[in-house]
């Protein structure tokens, strides 16, 4: 089983952006990033950051647990009577069909959901929905040429972060732009951007 977090879409309304989030749950904004994009597991000092700084909300309000490998199934925890999270899986989705989160998330607004309702799927905001919806699925990872600069933007989908956080880590010096032409538009170097992935976003 695999321990998943609504803690992303609760913050929507509640804390500004997610260095707030991250201040207040008394964690890293680079743990905040991995754990929302999945690359690192829930542990205990996120579930005690998450009781802190929802301290109104039940521990199977904040995290739910689904099968290994079955990220798109939803799956609402309860607590057992020794405090266990429970599975407790909805009727009609343990056979969801793998496949990316674009085309998961484009089958189910099809299928009539609303916005909130696929967001709580997914754990996020109904406004991510949209954005996923209308991204060109083409675009969403650019593969520019090796020696070629990224915009801020494409540095951006590369990361898949706001651009202002990645304007945020040029002027901390955290990632290194270069400026061109009379505008001074910001321009990154995929190396520097692969360096930062292997280092960690935002450290």
Same mark, same amino acid.
């Given at each position: 089983?695999?321990?998943?977090?609504?803690?992303?879409?609760l913050?929507n309304g509640? +804390?500004e !952006?997610l260095?707030?989030?991250a201040q207040?749950?008394?964690?890293?904004l680079?743990?905040i +990033?991995?754990?929302?994009?999945?690359?690192r597991?829930?542990? $205990?000092?996120?579930?005690?950051g998450? *009781?802190?700084?929802?301290?109104?909300n039940k521990?199977?309000d904040?995290? +739910?647990v689904?099968?290994?490998?079955?990220?798109?199934?939803?799956?609402?925890?309860?607590?057992?009577?020794?405090?266990n999270?429970?599975s *407790?899986?909805e009727?009609?989705?343990?056979?969801? *069909?793998?496949g990316?989160?674009?085309d &998961?998330?484009v089958k189910?607004? $099809?299928?009539?959901?609303?916005y909130?309702?696929?967001?709580?799927?997914f754990?996020?905001?109904k $406004?991510r929905?949209?954005?996923i919806l !209308? &991204?060109?699925p083409?675009?969403q990872?650019?593969t520019p040429?090796?020696?070629?600069?990224?915009t801020?933007?494409?540095?951006a989908?590369?990361? !898949?972060?706001h651009?202002?956080t990645?304007?945020?880590?040029s002027?901390?010096?955290t990632?290194?732009? +270069?400026r061109?032409?009379?505008?001074?538009?910001?321009r990154?170097r995929? $190396?520097?951007v692969?360096?930062?992935?292997?280092g960690?976003?935002? !450290?």
């Amino acid at each position: 089983m695999q321990l998943k977090t609504r803690v992303f879409k609760l913050s929507n309304g509640r +804390y500004e !952006n997610l260095s707030e989030l991250a201040q207040v749950m008394g964690i890293s904004l680079a743990q905040i +990033y991995r754990v929302r994009a999945g690359k690192r597991d829930i542990g $205990e000092k996120f579930i005690i950051g998450a *009781v802190k700084a929802f301290p109104g909300n039940k521990l199977d309000d904040l995290f +739910y647990v689904v099968p290994d490998g079955s990220e798109m199934t939803d799956s609402r925890s309860d607590l057992g009577a020794k405090g266990n999270l429970v599975s *407790v899986q909805e009727p009609g989705q343990a056979g969801m *069909v793998a496949g990316s989160r674009r085309d &998961e998330v484009v089958k189910l607004r $099809e299928s009539g959901l609303t916005y909130a309702a696929i967001g709580s799927r997914f754990g996020i905001s109904k $406004e991510r929905v949209r954005q996923i919806l !209308n &991204e060109n699925p083409a675009q969403q990872k650019p593969t520019p040429d090796p020696d070629g600069m990224l915009t801020a933007r494409e540095t951006a989908r590369f990361l !898949n972060v706001h651009i202002n956080t990645v304007r945020r880590w040029s002027n901390k010096g955290t990632l290194k732009a +270069y400026r061109i032409c009379s505008r001074g538009d910001r321009r990154f170097r995929r $190396e520097d951007v692969d360096a930062l992935l292997k280092g960690g976003k935002g !450290n």
